[in-house]
Structure formats: structure tokens, C-alpha cells
């Protein structure tokens, strides 16, 4: 069946570094493909989202490319702020359904 | 416009004890979904509902748990008798024609 895999967490990082979280997918076909963040407290918010492959989604300073060749959707941004911490779930909609699947989270900490 | 309302946020009960979670969702969405949060893992679909009709339960564990959208808009989400392993966070979501899903805050459960 679909799936998503992220890499595990947490990941520890200091203000103004370079971040990635990788996320790779099987399904059937050319899913939809999101990122969602949870801060701490709060519930699921959309951070991001890519429906065919080579395009990019972006928001916030964060992107991710849907590669179809490779199956993933890795999460980055270029410069990560304290405020960035927070889970990190990527997600898939398959075609012909509308529902969503989500990975196990990773866990993103900033220090200043 | 006012997002997926659920109460209550946190919860707790003894276990064999039953317990019961409501949701409202972004008005004019006609689905509607359940989903179990565990500690540490992603979000796992429960129900699915599409107006008042279920679309998927094959998550649902129906000895235990039933779900209700009688009226096409809010839901109830019941669990009896409750299990240590229910501890969780339940978040109703809705979603839109565009395949949009939107999340509300979460009820935490603890089972004790």
C-alpha cells in the first residue's frame, strides 16, 4: 500500500544553519505530496504542498521538490530560526482518493 | 473564516471507562476525518466521513471505538471501553473539493 518515510529525529541544529529532513514515498501513480509542521501545543498546519513531479513547493523560507525519479519530497531551508522548532510530517494523497498518509514526524530543535 | 473546532483538548480516564470527542468542521466541507495520533508516530486515519456517510472505516477498531456525523456537519468520535494502548492525540480534520485538509487542535487522551 502508500507510504511515506522520513528520516528519524530529532534533528538538533543552531539558528542560521542549513536544513534537511528527508521523505521518500511509495504509491501507486503520481501522488500529491505535502508537508505539514506542529508546533509545540498547536495543532497540524500546511507548510507546504507539490501535486506533479519537478514542482516546487515553498513557504516560509522552507521548499521541497517533488522528484519523481528518486520518490521523495526532502524538506529544506536555508538558514533555520529558534521559531522553526517544531515536528515535521511529510504526507501523501494518492490519486482517485482523498486521503492522507502520513510519515512518523521528525522533530526539528533550534538553539540560538 | 473560522478553522476545525474539536473539545475537549485533553482528557483523562481510567481504563474499561468510556469517553467521547466532538468535532465541527470548517463550514462547507463535506469530509470529514478521524485520525489517532500516537506518541512519536505520524497520524493514522480512523473514519472517513463524506457528508453523513462513512467512506472508510477499515481503521476503525469497531469493537471499541464508533464514530457519528448524523447531520452532515459535526461528529462524534466514542470509545468503549477505553484501553491503556488508546492514549493518544484524536484530530478531526476536514478538507476541501481542491484537496485542502484542514486540522483542528487535537484531544489529548490519557488512559490510565
Known amino acids: 500500500g502508500d507510504s511515506v518515510t522520513q528520516m528519524e529525529g530529532p534533528v538538533t541544529l543552531s539558528e542560521e544553519a542549513f536544513l534537511t529532513i528527508n521523505c521518500t514515498y511509495t504509491?501507486?501513480?503520481?501522488?500529491?505530496l505535502f508537508w505539514y509542521v506542529q508546533y509545540p501545543g498547536e495543532g497540524l498546519q500546511l507548510l507546504l504542498k507539490a501535486t506533479k513531479a519537478d514542482d516546487k513547493g515553498s513557504n516560509k523560507g522552507f521548499e521541497a521538490t517533488y522528484r519523481k525519479e528518486t520518490t521523495s519530497f526532502h524538506l529544506e531551508k536555508g538558514s533555520v530560526q529558534v521559531s522553526d522548532s517544531a515536528v515535521y510530517f511529510c504526507a501523501l494523497s494518492a490519486l482517485q482518493t482523498d486521503k492522507l498518509i502520513f510519515g512518523t514526524g521528525t522533530r526539528l530543535q533550534v538553539f540560538p | 473564516e473560522a478553522g476545525v473546532a474539536q473539545s475537549p483538548r485533553y482528557k483523562i480516564i481510567e481504563k474499561r471507562q468510556s469517553v467521547a470527542f466532538w468535532c465541527n468542521p470548517i463550514?462547507?466541507?463535506?469530509?470529514l476525518y478521524w485520525y489517532q495520533q500516537i506518541l512519536g508516530q505520524g497520524p493514522k486515519l480512523l473514519i472517513q466521513f463524506q457528508n453523513n456517510g462513512v467512506v472508510d472505516d477499515s481503521q476503525l477498531p469497531k469493537d471499541r471505538f464508533s464514530a457519528e456525523r448524523l447531520k452532515g456537519v459535526d461528529s462524534t468520535l466514542k470509545i468503549q471501553p477505553a484501553k491503556l494502548e488508546d492514549s493518544a492525540v484524536y484530530l478531526c480534520?476536514?478538507?476541501?473539493?481542491?484537496?485542502?485538509?484542514?486540522f483542528g487542535p487535537g484531544t489529548r487522551l490519557t488512559v490510565t
Open positions: 463550514s462547507g466541507h463535506a469530509t
Open positions: 480534520a476536514s478538507s476541501t473539493l481542491t484537496g485542502l485538509w484542514y
Open positions: 504509491a501507486t501513480g503520481y501522488p500529491s
